[in-house]
């Protein structure tokens, strides 16, 4: 009774059995998941799949992650995309009771598809769900969790009465083991395959994989039903070195660098360093055999791949070949990340020298003599070759340390300022440099192409912004890299230095204001250049007038306010280019003041001669005319209106626009504000009507509307007192508002012509804002500033090279690179990660094309040929690189299939050389080895290697497990390799009886 009494004794162990295990918890989850994915009941689908539609259809798969337990795995379902059937093929689909998959068993229409997953490669099915282990579980080796899986599989596919096979992958990764089930109504088909690492002797044929196939399926029908046979054999070809390289040695004489591939300078290199083509797969295939129709075995072979009647080739291209042009983009963008600045690059000492060097002249004189290659020589004087000569033995002090050569520094910048190669005048020079500017315009106008820089916000082809990306982009390949870019920049500063101090234009730069369509760079430059050129038009403007004076007075000095006005001829005097800074506290006064500084005219052409007017009685005289205007004449006098000399608007670099604006808009919206705004931006309007004043005496602001702005002159008929009909004109209503300031800008206005102005646009500061902005750029600066001319050189050169190798595919895409480039360079801040992903489309363009061409050099395809045969080849070679496995026309007896034929033989030949050490015999043993092997039938070599897979494929539809059982397909795969030998078989059963 103690015991009994005792509490632990009345608790008892309770097992339930009701309660789910988790064995079968996966198979309801199983189940679940193939009725979300709708995979319950007869597959809907075509029947019979078009011919290679397993190839140019689309594939689809979705996963779902499921547990057995805590071991994680993926369910996974593959289908072929496509429509569902017809209702007459639904019809027959009812009346049939094979699942699909056992339909596309024995279908033939899809054998070997070239890029499919390798379950529709060995069984042909259109739709398949997967099970596997997780990405980071161990692989199922053991069998009884094998044959685990497999029970799970069954009883699920049975549940659900699902006819879409599904496999469970077994064993490690690598060896791709299935193991699978696919169940009808009272039908089944299972899925097992056999790896193993070598192949049996017995069954390295036909005839052994023939006697497996026959007693899987262990059918006692006499005869046999005939079995379908489809074989292929895949032969490689390796061997490309009988032929050229891919890029053609350097011509020593003409390059500076002679590495492999390289270019001079303004070319981009191109193409490919290795060969882009690694290896040429030919499929030899025997669709349709039956037994007893070719005979393999260990002693005999029919199977001759010339005798083969389909042939199909595909490329293994070689993983990221190296590329130039791509590689020289790269080492460029990768400058950008560089934070150094020139005097850190090229260190101080180097910086002082140089200052040292500019300062002491003393051996200047005798370096008159010497031609100075690098520098422009249209005016030859002591001070201009004393300069020449500083500059010559500064660069030659520096040989034994410049980062870049002196030979390729001076082919630089002759390249960049080809004016500078031969002596010629002033005059010549600018002749040439205004040819060199607009020269070729209307032939690049009717080039597409040329106008892409517009796009991309780069700058013209061949300007010297376009060239200096050729040319830093080049250094910074083959000569140097960063401090080779950090020499180049300086030099190409002091060379325009040089040049506006010398007032030489520069070259390869159009005329006229910054395009603001361009890089910013190329604004800096345009800029630098319309200073040179108001600089040049002010000085031969002085000469003049100063010849004038001595002719006329016979003295210096005299005569200061009855000059001539020198003007253009177009009717507009050229004026600098940059927009004139006043501070917000200036008044009209202080901005009309002519006595400070003068703008003086170019020419006297086109001024008109004044004639004595009242205006000149009274004591004022007309200045600055270039010619009457519309016939009109003055209001309140009969003299005609004349048209004055005025200066030209400052134009303006996209920076200081931007500049302008803020200080524009840093004035707020107070009365003061606005009105102060309005005074700042009409600095060229009190110009122009001090101009007028100067050409009209007498002249009242509504002359200066009607010239200026006529519609804001409203002119009306009245009738006076007499009854005649007369025009009457007044100022528009916007005029005549209190405070205008167009009013007060009148009233202020002083009787000075343009030549005796102050300035709007002073050149002199403008051009040493703009060098000193060049010499403060760091190379990583320059290299941003340069990113969009190169980047629209390398798209010209990838069109450029893709024409001549006609690749569609190639094409479109440049074209969607191009419209892609636009949208990354038109912002200020680059986004960087963006432009790398850019760069590497471009190097995968440039990989493609080099490929092209390699395969039209192996199959003898050039520039020059015509005729039906090379465009089939041409279109051939095309073919290869955008599909995954082309046809051969014709197979072995074909164009191409000759060309591949003799690719193997010479292969084969070079291959049996090399082996026989044939280079080192001498001429007797030669002729012997020679005469050997043509008695001996044994060494002849053959025209292809041994095939390095073949794979064979057996399929018949035969009754099974009895003879009264239901015929249902077979199938059996055989892949034989030289390490792999792999047999997948597909085998179904009648169940209704068993």
């Given at each position: 009774m103690a015991a009994d009494s005792d509490p632990e004794s009345e608790v008892f162990e309770i097992t339930d059995f009701t309660t789910a295990s988790e064995w079968e918890r996966f198979v309801s989850r199983v189940e679940e998941v193939l009725n979300d994915w709708k995979l319950i009941g007869k597959s809907p689908g075509k029947l019979s799949l078009e011919k290679g539609e397993y190839t140019t259809g689309t594939w689809g798969e979705k996963s779902q992650d499921i547990n057995f337990a805590d071991f994680k795995f993926f369910i996974t379902h593959y289908f072929l995309k496509q429509e569902c059937e017809k209702d007459d093929e639904k019809d027959k689909l009812e009346e049939d009771a094979f699942p699909l998959a056992m339909q596309d068993l024995l279908c033939m229409n899809n054998d070997f598809p070239p890029r499919a997953h390798c379950l529709v490669r060995w069984y042909g099915i259109r739709e398949f769900v997967v099970i596997s282990p997780g990405a980071n579980c161990e692989a199922i080796i053991s069998e009884s969790k094998c044959n685990l899986l497999l029970s799970s599989v069954s009883i699920a596919l049975?549940?659900?009465?699902?006819?879409?096979?599904?496999?469970?992958?077994?064993?490690?990764?690598?060896?791709?083991?299935?193991?699978?089930?696919?169940?009808?109504?009272?039908?089944?088909?299972?899925?097992?395959?056999?790896?193993?690492?070598?192949?049996?002797?017995?069954?390295?044929?036909?005839?052994?994989?023939?006697?497996?196939?026959?007693?899987?399926?262990?059918?006692?029908?006499?005869?046999?039903?005939?079995?379908?046979?489809?074989?292929?054999?895949?032969?490689?070809?390796q061997d490309w070195q009988q032929y050229s390289w891919p890029q053609q040695p350097p011509d020593f004489d003409t390059l500076l660098g002679g590495e492999v591939g390289g270019v001079e300078f303004g070319k981009l290199p191109f193409g490919a360093c290795e060969e882009p083509i690694s290896e040429l797969h030919l499929a030899t295939t025997?669709?349709?055999?039956?037994?007893?129709?070719?005979?393999?075995?260990?002693?005999?072979?029919?199977?001759?791949?010339?005798?083969?009647?389909?042939?199909?080739?595909?490329?293994?291209?070689?993983?990221?070949?190296?590329?130039?042009?791509?590689?020289?983009?790269?080492?460029?963008?990768?400058?950008?990340?560089?934070?150094?600045?020139?005097?850190?690059?090229?260190?101080?000492?180097?910086?002082?020298?140089?200052?040292?060097?500019?300062?002491?002249?003393?051996?200047?004189?005798?370096?008159?003599?010497?031609?100075?290659?690098?520098?422009?020589?249209?005016?030859?004087?002591?001070?201009?070759?004393?300069?020449?000569?500083?500059?010559?033995?500064?660069?030659?002090?520096?040989?034994?340390?410049?980062?870049?050569?002196?030979?390729?520094?001076?082919?630089?910048?002759?390249?960049?300022?080809?004016?500078?190669?031969?002596?010629?005048?002033?005059?010549?020079?600018?002749?040439?440099t205004a040819q060199a500017n607009s020269g070729g315009k209307a032939e690049q106008d009717k080039n597409s192409d040329y106008n892409l820089f517009l796009q991309l916000k780069s700058a013209p082809i061949d300007s010297l912004t376009y060239r200096l990306a050729l040319c830093v982009c080049l250094v910074n390949y083959n000569h140097g890299g960063l401090r080779a870019v950090a020499h180049l920049w300086q030099e190409f500063v002091l060379e325009l230095r040089y040049r506006w101090e010398n007032n030489y234009l520069i070259y390869g730069l159009a005329s006229g204001p910054p395009d603001l369509r361009c890089c910013l760079l190329h604004q800096k430059l345009q800029m630098l250049n319309c200073c040179i050129e108001r600089k040049r038009a002010r000085d031969e403007a002085r000469k003049v007038l100063e010849g004038s004076r001595e002719t006329e007075h016979k003295t210096s000095g005299s005569g200061q306010n009855s000059c001539p006005s020198p003007e253009s001829a177009t009717g507009t005097a050229t004026a600098s280019t940059s927009a004139r800074e006043v501070s917000p506290g200036k008044s009209w006064d202080s901005w009309s003041d002519s006595e400070d500084e003068f703008f003086e005219c170019l020419s006297d052409q086109g001024e008109v001669e004044a004639p004595h007017t009242e205006g000149e009685k009274n004591g004022s005289k007309a200045e600055g005319r270039l010619h009457p205007y519309n016939n009109m004449t003055l209001l309140n006098s009969t003299e005609p209106l004349y048209v004055p000399v005025t200066q030209e608007p400052a134009p303006m670099t996209e920076d200081l626009l931007e500049e302008q604006s803020e200080v524009l808009a840093k004035l707020g919206t107070s009365a003061e504000g606005t009105?102060?705004?309005?005074?700042?931006?009409?600095?060229?309007?009190?110009?122009?009507?001090?101009?007028?004043?100067?050409?009209?005496?007498?002249?009242?602001?509504?002359?200066?509307?009607?010239?200026?702005?006529?519609?804001?002159?409203?002119?009306?008929?009245?009738?006076?007192?007499?009854?005649?009909?007369?025009?009457?004109?007044?100022?528009?209503?916007?005029?005549?508002?209190?405070?205008?300031?167009w009013v007060e800008a009148w009233e202020t206005a002083r009787v000075t012509p343009a030549r005796r102005q102050r300035r709007l646009f002073d050149d002199t500061k403008e051009a040493e804002k703009v060098l000193h902005y060049l010499a403060m750029q760091k190379p990583a600066d320059l290299t941003r500033h340069l990113l969009p001319c190169i980047l629209?050189?390398?798209?010209?050169?990838?069109?450029?090279?893709?024409?001549?190798?006609?690749?569609?595919?190639?094409?479109?895409?440049?074209?969607?690179?191009?419209?892609?480039?636009?949208?990354?360079?038109?912002?200020?801040?680059?986004?960087?990660?963006?432009?790398?992903?850019?760069?590497?489309?471009?190097?995968?363009?440039?990989?493609?094309?080099?490929?092209?061409?390699?395969?039209?050099?192996?199959?003898?395809?050039?520039?020059?040929?015509?005729g039906e045969d090379t465009g089939d080849l041409e279109k051939f070679v095309s073919s290869l690189l955008e599909e995954p496995e082309v046809v051969v026309i014709g197979a072995g007896q074909g164009p191409a299939g000759s060309i591949i034929h003799r690719l193997f033989v010479n292969a084969q030949r070079l291959a049996d050389f090399t082996s026989d050490e044939a280079?080192?015999?001498?001429?007797?043993?030669?002729?012997?080895?020679?005469?050997?092997?043509?008695?001996?039938?044994?060494?002849?070599?053959?025209?292809?290697?041994?095939?390095?897979?073949?794979?064979?494929?057996?399929?018949?539809?035969?009754?099974?497990?009895?003879?009264?059982?239901?015929?249902?397909?077979?199938?059996?795969?055989?892949?034989?390799?030289?390490?792999?030998?792999?047999?997948?078989?597909?085998?179904?059963?009648?169940?209704?009886?068993?």
């Open positions: 049975a549940n659900s009465g699902c006819q879409v096979p599904m496999f469970v992958q077994i064993q490690q990764k690598w060896r791709r083991m299935y193991a699978g089930e696919c169940q009808g109504p009272g039908l089944r088909t299972d899925f097992e395959i056999v790896h193993l690492r070598k192949v049996p002797s017995q069954y390295n044929h036909l005839s052994g994989l023939l006697d497996i196939f026959k007693s899987k399926i262990g059918c006692t029908l006499s005869p046999l039903p005939p079995i379908n046979i489809a074989i292929r054999f895949t032969y490689i070809l025997w669709p349709h055999l039956t037994e007893g129709i070719v005979v393999d075995n260990e002693v005999y072979s029919d199977l001759d791949p010339l005798q083969a009647p389909h042939w199909s080739v595909r490329v293994r291209t070689a993983e990221n070949p190296q590329c130039l042009l791509g590689d020289l983009l790269m080492e460029f963008f990768k400058l950008c990340s560089k934070k150094e600045s020139t005097e850190e690059i090229l260190g101080r000492r180097l910086a002082e020298d140089e200052s040292k060097e500019n300062s002491d002249i003393s051996s200047a004189l005798s370096k008159l003599t010497e031609p100075a290659a690098t520098v422009p020589i249209s005016k030859l004087s002591v001070s201009n070759m004393m300069h020449s000569a500083r500059k010559h033995i500064r660069r030659h002090r520096r040989i034994d340390e410049s980062p870049l050569n002196t030979d390729v520094l001076n082919s630089v910048l002759l390249y960049l300022f080809p004016d500078a190669a031969v002596e010629k005048s002033s005059e010549s020079s600018k002749n040439r009105h102060l705004r309005a005074r700042m931006q009409s600095a060229c309007l009190l110009s122009d009507m001090e101009s007028f004043k100067a050409a009209n005496p007498g002249c009242v602001l509504e002359d200066f509307v009607r010239w200026y702005s006529p519609r804001d002159y409203i002119e009306e008929e009245v009738v006076d007192e007499k009854g005649n009909k007369v025009v009457k004109g007044e100022l528009s209503a916007r005029m005549k508002i209190p405070g205008n300031m629209h050189a390398a798209i010209l050169k990838l069109k450029e090279e893709e024409s001549v190798e006609d690749i569609p595919s190639i094409k479109k895409t440049i074209q969607q690179a191009a419209s892609q480039a636009s949208k990354l360079l038109h912002p200020h801040n680059y986004d960087y990660k963006k432009l790398e992903d850019f760069i590497n489309q471009l190097m995968a363009m440039e990989t493609v094309i080099t490929q092209a061409r390699s395969l039209k050099a192996k199959f003898a395809i050039s520039e020059g040929d015509k280079a080192l015999l001498s001429p007797l043993d030669e002729d012997l080895g020679h005469d050997r092997k043509q008695t001996g039938g044994s060494n002849k070599v053959p025209d292809f290697p041994f095939p390095a897979g073949r794979e064979i494929l057996l399929r018949t539809c035969v009754p099974r497990p009895a003879p009264y059982s239901k015929a249902l397909p077979q199938r059996l795969f055989c892949v034989l390799m030289r390490e792999e030998f792999r047999l997948a078989g597909a085998f179904s059963s009648d169940t209704s009886f068993f």
